[in-house]
């Protein structure tokens, strides 16, 4: 669980002129990576409505292609600030749009005056006597009229485990290993396996309507459950000084785990069976594997091992395919 403290600090002038520098860069980066989503969604209901491609095929963008974006074309403001600082105000955006999704407003340009805090998530910065170190800013004072307690000390990472969850099936491990979904989610499963059945009875008004409904209903549930889930795993992993990251799902389930060729499966195909390499494996056990190794990866392109040692880490990703 974090704990917020406030206190004070006293620039000197020039630092000011940083402090300030660095909050208008961040609200920039906030305001054009608000910007680009709202294009690629305008892309996409010219593409759904229209079926056409004015300006090539759209994607849906996510923080993961945000965030590459940012280290791949950093301008000379960007540089001046520390890059986990930058990152953070990607996620914020991913945050605002999330809450989006959860029935809170859509996100917002800032103005200068709506835009007032930026983040070190992870490292960049450091207490020393009276001063607070931090990174591309510099040795601010600082008066700590209270003790700051120690965090739980980190462990070294030993151990990191792919997890793939989907509500049809198990848990799966990128060791193999299978566990039960705890029991709200099998709640969830037996709320929308109700309403299947519901729907279903009502087909005859409009099959494609219901079909819609169906997809949307069953996705808010199992979006509750699996919140609740990665919830759950993040505080258990804080005691423990453990990190939960969570990965992009795309393909994990369609790539192959040995090889990396894709193998396209719908949902009733249950075994990976790979004509490239010959591997034959589960299907969440493959997707697992996926799921590691690409947190892996994510480590090494993007710096998020600059996390002071932290590190024995699990991984974790809702299957996008699941319904
Ligand atoms: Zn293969």
Not at 267 to 280: D, I, K, Q
Not at 292 to 316: D, E, F, K, P
């Amino acid at each position: 669980m974090k704990k917020t403290y406030q206190f004070r600090i006293y620039p000197n002038k020039n630092q000011e002129v940083i402090l300030n520098r660095t909050l208008s860069t961040c609200r920039h980066l906030y305001n054009d990576s608000l910007a680009e989503r709202k294009r690629q969604a305008e892309l996409n209901r010219l593409k759904k409505e229209f079926e056409v491609f004015p300006w090539g095929k759209p994607d849906w963008i996510n923080y993961y292609d945000q965030k590459r974006e940012l280290t791949a074309t950093k301008t000379s403001f960007q540089k001046e600030v520390y890059s986990q600082v930058l990152q953070d105000v990607i996620k914020r955006l991913d945050r605002s749009f999330k809450n989006f999704f959860n029935g809170f407003g859509y996100p917002r340009f800032h103005g200068r005056n709506r835009y007032n805090s930026f983040t070190y998530p992870q490292s960049g910065f450091g207490l020393e006597d009276d001063k607070i170190n931090l990174s591309k800013i510099g040795n601010i004072k600082i008066i700590l009229h209270r003790e700051i307690e120690e965090p739980i000390i980190p462990v070294e990472t030993k151990t990191e485990t792919g997890i793939d969850v989907g509500l049809s099936s198990l848990i799966t491990m990128s060791n193999g290993g299978q566990i039960e979904p705890p029991e709200f989610l099998r709640e969830s499963e037996d709320k929308l396996t109700q309403e299947q059945k519901r729907l279903s009875r009502k087909k005859k008004r409009s099959q494609i309507k219901n079909m819609m409904q169906n997809h949307h209903l069953a996705k808010s549930i199992s979006d509750a459950g699996w919140n609740q889930l990665i919830g759950l795993t993040k505080s258990k992993a804080e005691y423990a000084g453990k990190v939960v990251e969570l990965v992009n799902a795309r393909n994990t389930s369609q790539n192959c785990s040995g090889c990396g060729n894709s193998v396209p499966k719908d949902l009733s195909v249950r075994v990976h069976s790979c004509p490239f390499c010959g591997l034959e494996l589960d299907r969440d056990h493959n997707a697992a594997i996926n799921i590691l190794n690409r947190s892996i990866s994510t480590v090494g392109t993007t710096g998020i091992n600059a996390r002071q040692g932290l590190l024995s880490r699990g991984s974790m990703q809702r299957d996008a395919q699941a319904l």
